[in-house]
Nanobody, 125 residues
Framework: QVQLVESGGGLVQAGGSLRLSCVAS????????VGWFRQAPWKEREFVAA????????YYADSVKGRFTISRDNAKNTLYLQMNSLKPEDTAVYYC??????????????????WGQGTHVTVSS
């Protein structure tokens, strides 16, 4: 069983940056593919980014490619999402996820086994 706790959300102006963190407990993340999803008000939850267990491969939604970077520190059991050049349409609740049975490229179509409680990101115009 994996517990995930996100932090780092907040209010930022368009063009700004935020760094989300997600700390895992209950199990080491080293064997899990990890990622981020988000859900904007009145919209369906959508995939943002994923990282293989080693961090050697990553996968991004087209809407964030070139602006967001996912990374992980397995020694700290933590994953990150660096978000640059933020836009108002990035406003959402961001969830970190983990799953031991999917690859990073398969994560967009999967429903990962473990989810955090979410952290709010608001980007003002």
């Amino acid at each position: 069983q994996v517990q995930l706790v996100e932090s780092g959300g907040g209010l930022v102006q368009a063009g700004g940056s935020l760094r989300l963190s997600c700390v895992a407990s209950g199990s080491t993340l080293i064997t899990y593919t990890v990622g981020w999803f988000r859900q904007a008000p009145w919209k369906e939850r959508e995939f943002v980014a994923a990282s293989s267990w080693s961090g050697s491969t990553t996968y991004y939604a087209d809407s964030v490619k070139g602006r967001f970077t996912i990374s992980r520190d397995n020694a700290k059991n933590t994953l990150y999402l660096q978000m640059n050049s933020l836009k108002p349409e990035d406003t959402a609740v961001y969830y970190c996820v983990a799953d031991a049975h999917v690859t990073d490229r398969a994560m967009p179509a999967a429903y990962p086994d473990y989810w955090g409680q979410g952290t709010h990101v608001t980007v003002s115009s």
